[in-house]
């Protein structure tokens, strides 16, 4: 009896070994299929995305004539420059007719000028100048570890109105049978943030943004909504926290802090059925328009008849402000976003002379009219141009 039950015991311990076996070399065949699906489908988006820039490369949103840029400064040359610009990451920038038509009236200042295009980031050492979106703390902390120094930042023009891809304004959504009548950005921080110590400001830590849970607002009623209204709970809708355009909705809104909401229900794009692209802006736009207690920051491009935008205001004491724009041009709307050019200056050395011509010349008249007849982005006010030459001198 007992060699029959080890001889039971061995054939049990060979089949589960066998098991085991079978399994480990699925699991090795699957891995690999795995990983393939997931690079087949991060490019199948990225296919998508660019065809979806790209429809909208020659179009104007707006008429380029809608805003009166004489009282910006006309470019005059400080001085005669000639070399090679090399420009980085400036993708909307050419897909545009932005990029090329300051490259053209920018030479017939400086005939001697050429432009490089690559996709290289400042910190590979072999681009002058990079266009994006503002700088996330840890492209501010590689300039730290790799430079020693924070770049040159400057304000190219405000992002667009309405526009997917050429950073559109953050627009609040709620459902349209919602009676709140507007936010602040206090209130926003409450809805969509959570408590915090503080926040950062590029990589420098700011106990000044902390805020305590006794900020924190998760129901109707403590926006004073009444009757069924006061009890039902906030539904706040967003990216996944790992994309990079809730960055800005923090920097925006949280004073630079990272803590959410916890019963944040975030949205990523994916692919559908028949192989388009889902966009996240789109898909949560259209969760809030069913879902009565709903609230979403996006796009105004994603809006449905089924949510209404919000006015928003920068404080309880200052008046709610209609996303437009002539509100978004004049930065009266707070949560517009900026674009920026960024260009390597160590601190206390003079910017090399050919690109501080270059910049200066895309913060004059003819820079912002390049800006204005594109028809995406919004050319800068006179008062934001005179802050961007401030850095320069």
């Not at 930042?153 to 405000?158: D, G, L, N």
Request: glycine share 10%; proline share 5%.
């Amino acid at each position: 009896m007992r060699h029959a039950a080890i001889a039971k015991t061995s054939t049990l311990s060979t089949a589960v070994l066998l098991g085991a076996g079978l399994l480990a070399a699925a699991m090795a065949l699957a891995l690999p299929a795995r990983a393939q699906d997931v690079e087949d489908t991060a490019q199948k988006l990225k296919q998508q995305h660019l065809k979806s820039v790209g429809s909208r490369a020659d179009r104007q949103f707006y008429d380029p004539k809608r805003f009166d840029l004489s009282d910006l400064p006309a470019y005059t040359p400080g001085q005669q420059v000639s070399g090679t610009i090399r420009i980085g990451r400036a993708k909307y920038l050419r897909t545009g007719s932005v990029m090329e038509t300051w490259e053209k009236a920018f030479k017939q200042h400086h005939p001697g000028i050429t432009f490089e295009h690559s996709e290289h980031g400042l910190g590979a050492g072999e681009v002058d100048i990079v266009q994006q979106r503002g700088y996330t703390f840890g492209e501010w902390q590689e300039a730290m570890l790799v430079q020693g120094h924070y770049p040159l930042e400057i304000e190219m023009a405000t992002g667009s109105y309405n526009v997917p891809g050429w950073t559109p304004a953050f627009s609040i959504f709620v459902n349209k049978n919602n009676p709140i009548k507007g936010l602040t950005l206090g209130q926003l921080d409450g809805i969509f943030g959570g408590a915090r110590r503080g926040g950062f400001e590029k990589t420098v830590w700011n106990p000044a943004a902390a805020r305590g849970r006794d900020k924190n607002i998760r129901t109707w009623g403590q926006l004073g909504l009444t009757g069924d209204w006061a009890k039902q709970e906030i539904n706040p809708n967003g990216r996944p926290l790992k994309y990079h355009i809730q960055l800005y909705f923090e920097r925006k809104v949280f004073n630079g802090g990272s803590i959410w909401n916890e019963n944040l229900r975030e949205w990523a794009h994916e692919l559908k059925s028949d192989g388009t692209r889902a966009l996240s802006s789109v898909t949560m736009v259209g969760a809030v328009g069913e879902d009565p207690y709903g609230i979403v920051y996006a796009d105004l491009a994603s809006s449905i008849p089924e949510v209404k935008l919000l006015p928003i205001a920068r404080d309880a004491n200052s008046p709610f402000v209609e996303l437009n724009l002539d509100t978004l041009r004049t930065r009266e709307y707070p949560l517009f976003l900026e674009v920026y050019l960024y260009a390597n200056r160590e601190p206390g050395k003079p910017l090399d002379p050919k690109i501080e011509e270059f910049l200066r010349f895309v913060l004059s008249r003819e820079g912002q009219q390049a800006i204005a007849d594109d028809a995406k982005w919004l050319p800068l006010t006179r008062k934001v141009v005179d802050q961007q030459l401030h850095k320069l001198d």
